[in-house]
């Protein structure tokens, strides 16, 4: 069966510091892969999306970059976190190909930027 | 543009039935979806309409019409562990979903 998990669960980190959010999935191959930001109280904002590997497309301007180093992994960055940077972030896969579209969600990474 | 509008939030008592409406506009249409989602938690799958009708599992049923571009999510039988945001999602012409603002739902004894 098919696995995702994001890491770390939660993390608080000074204003300007650098950020690494790390997603894996297991047990499918050439999956879509995706980043979401949830604010407090509010929906799911894409940030990036993923077909494959080193294929980025980024929803929003930000100061936020993401990578897909292998199939099955991809990794939110940031140089330098602003205080709007804090929220709920959700890493995320698809089924490729014209599948139903499902997401299938990690467990979420709760940041606080102080 | 693409639109998806659900209520903000909504109230009903323990053991009570409730329906949560969504309204889309959006590029293609290829299914709707309904996740739930616990504070502090990541979403979960609750339900898939691709066609119209009633969808049925257990205490959860999901409604579906393309023609008005709507759907509801009903739940029966209220339990306080029902207490989340309903989140309504619009898989569009590509197979990419299209999110609504979510639904927070309480549950009062």
């Known amino acids: 069966s098919q696995t995702i998990h994001q890491w770390p669960a939660t993390l608080v980190q000074p204003v300007g510091s650098p950020l690494s959010l790390e997603c894996t999935v297991e047990?499918?191959?050439?999956?879509?892969l995706y980043w979401y930001r949830q604010a407090a109280g509010r929906g799911l904002q894409l940030l990036f999306y993923?077909?494959?590997?080193?294929?980025i497309s980024s929803e929003v301007p930000q100061n936020l970059s993401a990578s897909r180093p292998q199939d099955r992994q991809f990794i939110l960055s940031s140089k330098k976190l602003l205080l709007s940077d804090s929220g709920f972030y959700l890493c995320?896969?698809?089924?490729?190909?014209?599948?139903?579209?499902?997401?299938?969600f990690g467990e979420g990474s709760r940041l606080t930027v102080l | 543009g693409q639109n998806i509008d659900q209520p903000t939030e909504m109230t009903a008592t323990e053991g009570a039935i409730v329906q949560i409406n969504c309204t889309y506009q959006?590029?293609?249409?290829?299914?709707l979806f309904w996740y739930q989602q616990h504070a502090g938690e990541a979403p979960t799958f609750l339900s898939y309409n691709v066609l119209d009708g009633l969808e049925e599992k257990g205490r959860f049923s999901s409604f579906l019409s393309r023609s008005k571009g709507y759907s509801y999510l009903l739940l029966k039988e209220l339990q306080m562990k029902d207490s989340a945001s309903y989140l309504c999602?619009?898989?569009?012409?590509?197979?990419?979903?299209?999110w609504g603002a979510g639904t927070k739902l309480i549950i009062k004894p």
């Open positions: 993923s077909v494959g590997i080193g294929q």
């Open positions: 047990g499918t191959s050439n999956p879509n």
């Open positions: 995320a896969w698809s089924n490729r190909g014209q599948d139903t579209g499902e997401l299938f």
């Open positions: 999602a619009v898989s569009d012409s590509n197979y990419q979903l299209i």
């Open positions: 959006t590029s293609g249409f290829n299914g």
